[in-house]
């Protein structure tokens, strides 16, 4: 259940689609990434609603805000097996110093009302609500039917819409791209997971996938297995645990991509309760390991569901490999069979891994911390200097451990191109001082740290808000 705020814990990721391009359904910037979790991420999260009062439009009520907290406190609180409480508080109606077509003029072909946002939380601010108190902030209503998105931490919604629709934004804010799915002939097909919240979207309640708890930081190591030999394993529903049994597996395909094989017992769609394909059988997903900036098509965040039955009319509601079948990945050289269900309440579902060799370790992608700013709602005036430390965990945990260089890159959060760009850092301490200063808005910060050849030579970036405010 959701409570009132306490201490922001940890620094909250971006969501940088709107930064890279990416193609979202009724005007919504979900996008890919910029982040990773190390360890297991939980605590208390601080949460601000801005409740926006524009001009001849009645303003919501605190108690219908509070009921979509609750709800996505509750969701939150669940996917992350109470690792994660949600802390919140929501404004008096604020009233913003330009009208609405002021922003909509703003905001530009990317959808990124970055004044809009700015303007909101110095509102708040004057009503008496510190904003710098808070890890994340979500503004509502914004500019219409369809705008809806998050980037930075920053989540802005056009209207209520339930659960379904908080969740999947607020799930953007936490660093994750759409849940896709990945087609026989190799495209990625858009929203292709219709079991995941971040897949389908507005209708879906299903939990993240375990690709994306584990970006989180929400299943540890012992959480969720990873196969090192041949065997069969028995796996939890993840959306309906039971101790003693890991949420999934994890299965090294090759240098930049795994299997995932979930479990899911719980109804994930209105328009589709009981499907019979997914509690009876398997989802396989493909997960890949490091950022590849210039590629976002594969980006770590983005979990792709192949379908098991491609040759069927029912798209990728039967997507699921059911009980007694097979997957072969012959490139790959793995074997995946799905025996059957465990009898357990709640159920479990055994199944079978075959390697044809001993898989090599996964190389782990390098990560990265800012230490400065601490938070998205830190402010710069006049020159700001960041700092960051990164290290790569497969050559060791000291910062610089297994890196060859950092770089940092600003941007304004409506271009797709870098405002400023530092040069290659190629030790630590990984700083940089931007001059001349930054005009008033908000601003995402981009850190990407490139392991050395010795540590696999990939690549991972993390990136925070900032705000630069001005007359």
């Not at 999947?168 to 190799?186: R, V, W």
């Not at 858009?190 to 879906?204: A, I, M, R, T, V």
Request: net charge negative; aromatic share 10%.
């Amino acid at each position: 259940m959701g409570t009132r705020k306490g201490s922001p814990p940890f620094l909250w990721l971006p969501c940088l689609g709107l930064l890279l391009g990416s193609s979202c359904r009724g005007g919504e910037n979900g996008g890919d990434p910029a982040g990773t979790a190390e360890g297991p991420q939980g605590g208390t999260w601080d949460v601000l609603v801005l409740n926006i009062a524009w001009p001849g439009e009645a303003a919501y009520s605190r108690e219908d805000l509070a009921k979509e907290m609750e709800a996505l406190a509750s969701f939150i609180g669940a996917n992350s097996s109470g690792r994660v409480s949600i802390a919140y508080d929501v404004t008096s109606p604020l009233t913003l110093p330009n009208p609405r077509s002021y922003y909509e003029a703003e905001k530009s072909d990317k959808n990124a009302p970055s004044t809009l946002m700015l303007d909101a939380m110095e509102a708040a601010a004057a009503a008496g609500f510190d904003y710098t108190k808070y890890g994340s902030h979500i503004l509502i209503p914004s500019l219409g039917p369809g705008n809806n998105g998050a980037h930075g931490g920053k989540v802005w919604l056009s209207g209520l819409g339930g659960i379904s629709l908080w969740s999947h934004e607020f799930g953007h804010s936490l660093g994750s791209s759409h849940s896709n799915g990945l087609a026989p002939d190799g495209a990625v097909v858009e929203y292709g997971n219709p079991f995941d919240n971040l897949g389908k979207g507005p209708g879906s309640t299903g939990h993240f996938n375990v690709r994306l708890k584990e970006r989180f930081g929400w299943l540890s190591d012992s959480e969720l297995t990873t196969v090192a030999s041949s065997g069969t394993y028995r796996i939890q529903a993840h959306d309906l645990p039971i101790a003693g049994y890991p949420a999934g597996l994890k299965i090294r395909r090759d240098d930049a991509s795994n299997y995932y094989v979930e479990f899911r017992q719980t109804t994930f769609s209105a328009d589709d309760p009981g499907n019979p394909f997914v509690l009876d059988g398997a989802l396989l997903l493909r997960g890949f390991n490091d950022w590849q900036y210039l590629n976002p098509t594969f980006s770590p965040q983005q979990s792709l569901l192949l379908d098991m039955t491609p040759e069927t009319p029912l798209n990728w509601r039967d997507a699921a490999l059911g009980i007694g079948r097979t997957y072969e990945d012959g490139a790959g050289g793995i074997q995946i069979r799905v025996v059957g269900k465990g009898g357990t309440v709640p159920e479990t579902l055994d199944v079978e891994v075959v390697l044809s060799s001993t898989p090599a370790a996964i190389d782990r992608p390098a990560v990265v911390r800012f230490l400065v700013p601490q938070a998205t709602t830190d402010s710069f005036s006049g020159s700001a200097t960041f700092v960051v430390e990164a290290h790569d965990p497969d050559l060791g945990m000291a910062d610089g451990s297994g890196i060859a260089t950092v770089v940092l890159e600003i941007y304004n959060v409506k271009k797709e191109v870098p405002v400023r760009t530092s040069p290659p850092l190629a030790a630590p301490p990984y700083s940089w001082t931007v001059n001349p200063p930054l005009g008033r808005g908000g601003y995402v910060v981009l850190a990407r740290a490139t392991s050395a050849p010795e540590a696999g030579g990939q690549f991972n970036s993390l990136g925070t808000f900032f705000l630069v405010p001005g007359p």
